[in-house]
């Protein structure tokens, strides 16, 4: 199991390193405060931490107290709840075509496409422009299931959901906002 999981994240590592390898990391950016950051979402769709906000994962997640992680990186925000409970990384990048991780696209409307991991996760949304939002969901709140790509989240008030359509929901939520 534990070899399984080592792998999935190495390769999800290879992923980020090829897509933040073509990022613009030349501009300074702050999380906009809650009165701007339904506009600035629509406007900046280049600030990750405007893409999905504490509010968002909290509600997603049935987790309180999401907080935002230091990176050293204006194009990835990392949010965590509960110490490492769960934890949400979206990053903005050039989209880099791997086809030898599998997977498939998927049409989101408006311009917008997705990419569905072989393991049937929804973790990238691709615009017409290839930029590309990846998505990350982590923490000890997961566990793996019986099937290749199969975990379970435990989520805050105690619900076990499949991994997978927690990744939809991050993903409809970024498509809503950059439309």
Same mark, same amino acid.
């Given at each position: 199991?534990?070899?399984?999981?080592?792998?999935?994240?190495?390769?999800?590592?290879?992923?980020?390193?090829?897509?933040?390898?073509?990022?613009?990391?030349?501009?300074?950016?702050?999380?906009? *405060?809650?009165?701007?950051?339904?506009?600035?979402?629509?406007? *900046?769709?280049?600030?990750?931490?405007?893409? @999905?906000?504490?509010? !968002?994962?909290?509600?997603?997640?049935?987790?309180?107290?999401?907080?935002?992680?230091?990176?050293?990186?204006?194009? @990835?925000?990392?949010?965590?709840?509960?110490?490492?409970?769960?934890?949400?990384?979206?990053?903005?990048?050039?989209? @880099?075509?791997?086809?030898?991780?599998?997977?498939?696209?998927? *049409?989101?409307?408006?311009?917008?496409?997705?990419?569905?991991?072989?393991?049937?996760?929804?973790?990238?949304?691709?615009?017409?422009?290839?930029?590309?939002?990846?998505?990350?969901?982590?923490?000890?709140?997961?566990?793996?299931?019986?099937?290749?790509?199969?975990? @379970?989240?435990?989520?805050?008030?105690?619900?076990?959901? *499949?991994?997978? !359509?927690?990744?939809?929901?991050?993903?409809?939520?970024?498509?809503?906002?950059?439309?």
């Amino acid at each position: 199991m534990k070899g399984a999981r080592s792998r999935a994240r190495a390769s999800v590592v290879s992923v980020m390193v090829a897509l933040l390898g073509g990022c613009n990391s030349g501009t300074t950016r702050g999380a906009p *405060d809650a009165a701007t950051a339904s506009t600035a979402s629509r406007t *900046d769709r280049t600030d990750p931490c405007a893409l @999905v906000t504490a509010a !968002d994962i909290e509600r997603i997640s049935a987790y309180a107290g999401a907080v935002r992680r230091e990176v050293s990186s204006d194009s @990835v925000c990392w949010w965590t709840v509960d110490g490492q409970r769960f934890g949400v990384s979206i990053s903005v990048g050039r989209y @880099v075509s791997t086809p030898f991780l599998g997977g498939s696209d998927v *049409d989101l409307g408006g311009g917008i496409r997705g990419r569905r991991s072989d393991a049937g996760w929804l973790n990238q949304v691709i615009l017409a422009d290839d930029t590309a939002i990846t998505l990350i969901l982590d923490g000890t709140a997961l566990a793996s299931g019986a099937a290749k790509g199969e975990y @379970v989240l435990t989520l805050g008030d105690g619900r076990a959901v *499949d991994l997978r !359509d927690q990744y939809e929901a991050y993903a409809q939520l970024v498509t809503g906002r950059l439309r």
